[in-house]
């Protein structure tokens, strides 16, 4: 028999949760040492990355969370593993010391994420607008046989304003928002539209505080941005195992 496994806790962990995870399978608690593994049966050997299946991944930890259990370490999407001596040789014996820091780490704190994006063209024509220079320039060569050097000199001045543009509101948020978290990751933005991705370590209690920020924020900018604001999910990244494997 295989297992499917979601997350790692600190013992005793959750237990009875009353859920299914993948293929319908019941969700159940399997203790090693000092930590909880929560798992179900596996029925496939390999296990597509679905939205379907990301999406029942991340609900059996998030209901873990919802029942009291915040302290956890999220695995990474398909894991499967032929029997638990296997998981205690490899992964709890060897790294138990490191298991318990992340712990440690992710004790009374919560993971939230915030990407925001822009319309690159809306924010260009309010960038001629507000810019007196550089609209100036513009001007200057409308209706003129423009050589490839002019060209390419406008379009490269109007890019780096833009792109000071976007350190701009980038800049806004991370002063905000900075003072509120004990750790901040910055990850790559996932679209062209998007202009800042990042993950915050804030302290539990402490989602009121950062909600009302985002929403000042979203205020300020009078509606110019979109804003995607997620204050409930598995720590997944203040919670890496990939150097543990």
Known sequence: MAYYLYGIFPAPGPEDLSITGLDKQEVRSHHLDQF???????????????????LGHEKVLENAMQHGHHTLLPLQFGLT??????????????????????????????????KVLWEATTELEMLMQENADL???????????????????????IEAALEERKQGVVQQFRDALQPLADDIIENDPMTDAMIFNAAYLIPWNGEADFS?????????????????????TAPYNFAQLSHLD
Not at 135 to 157: N, P, T, Y
């Open 212 to 232: 009302q920020a985002i929403e000042t924020l979203d205020h300020d900018f009078e509606g110019r941005l979109r804003i995607r604001y997620n204050n409930f």
């Open 36 to 54: 909880t593994f929560l798992y179900s049966e596996a029925c496939q050997t390999r296990y597509l990355a679905s939205r379907k299946n990301l």
């Open 81 to 114: 593993v032929e029997d638990w001596d296997r998981v205690k040789a490899d992964l709890v014996e060897p790294h138990a010391e490191g298991l318990t820091q992340l712990f440690h780490r992710l004790d009374g704190r919560r993971e939230v994420s915030v």
């Open 135 to 157: 609209r100036a320039q513009r001007d200057q060569l409308e209706g003129r046989q423009l050589s490839m050097d002019e060209v390419i000199r406008i379009g490269q001045i």
